[in-house]
T-cell receptor, first 112, second 113 residues
């Protein structure tokens, strides 16, 4: 298995633009998680899905953030409009609940 | 705020020495997990210890869990330069069905050759 795949790996955009981050979880995993990592706040859980259904989105910072999982093999995290304080590394992870979570390589987002 | 708090925040030792990192948490847990993150990479799951377990081994890793003190430790024996990374503990809630993990701030481990 290729592991969790995220794209793009790097994204530089201007304030106010829409940003879409993509994730393909490991086949057979029924949980998908989106995290954000910054030096100041560490690793924060934004939202997680079970069988494509959002279970807990309490970590989503604002209405500018939205996440979807239209099928078992694809999820997106969208920021609209983006702001400089959204600059961070965004990780997607998947799990089959039996063991730990498998993380993707992350998307480094820079909003100027 | 983060559930898990790692201690120390940074640790620098010589290759071949043992490295011990500690984690404390606040609420009742189902399990506790340790992850490693190399610079610029995603986190990698190392080991999971359930709330009814006290100690677990995996290769050069040894994890202990003391639920009465709400603390865990990760020991890496015979450290290698490749062990240089940040190490995070993460706790899973006791709430049935809850799958979310709460991560600590991490310990940055440097192994000097």
């Amino acid at each position: 298995d290729a592991g969790v795949i995220q794209s793009p790996r790097h994204e530089v955009t201007e304030m106010g633009q829409e940003v879409t981050l993509r994730c393909k979880p490991i086949s057979g995993h029924d949980y998908l998680f989106w995290y954000r990592q910054t030096m100041m706040r560490g690793l924060e859980l934004l939202i997680y899905f079970n069988n494509n259904v959002p279970i807990d989105d309490s970590g989503m910072p604002e209405d500018r953030f939205s996440a979807k999982m239209p099928n078992a093999s694809f999820s997106t995290l969208k920021i609209q409009p983006s702001e400089p304080r959204d600059s961070a590394v965004y990780f997607c992870a998947s799990s089959d609940r039996l063991v730990g979570q498998y993380f993707g390589p992350g998307t480094r987002l820079t909003v100027t | 705020s983060q559930q898990g708090e790692e201690d120390p925040q940074a640790l620098s030792i010589q290759e071949g020495e043992n490295a011990t990192m500690n984690c404390s948490y606040k609420t009742s847990i189902n399990n506790l997990q340790w992850y490693r993150q190399n610079s610029g990479r995603g986190l990698v799951h190392l080991i999971l210890i359930r709330s009814n377990e006290r100690e677990k081994h995996s290769g050069r890793l040894r994890v202990t869990l003391d639920t009465s003190k709400k603390s865990s430790s990760l020991l890496i024996t015979a450290s290698r330069a490749a062990d240089t990374a940040s190490y995070f503990c993460a706790t899973r809630s006791l709430i049935q069905g809850a799958q979310k993990l709460v991560f600590g701030q991490g310990t940055r481990l440097t192994i000097n050759p």
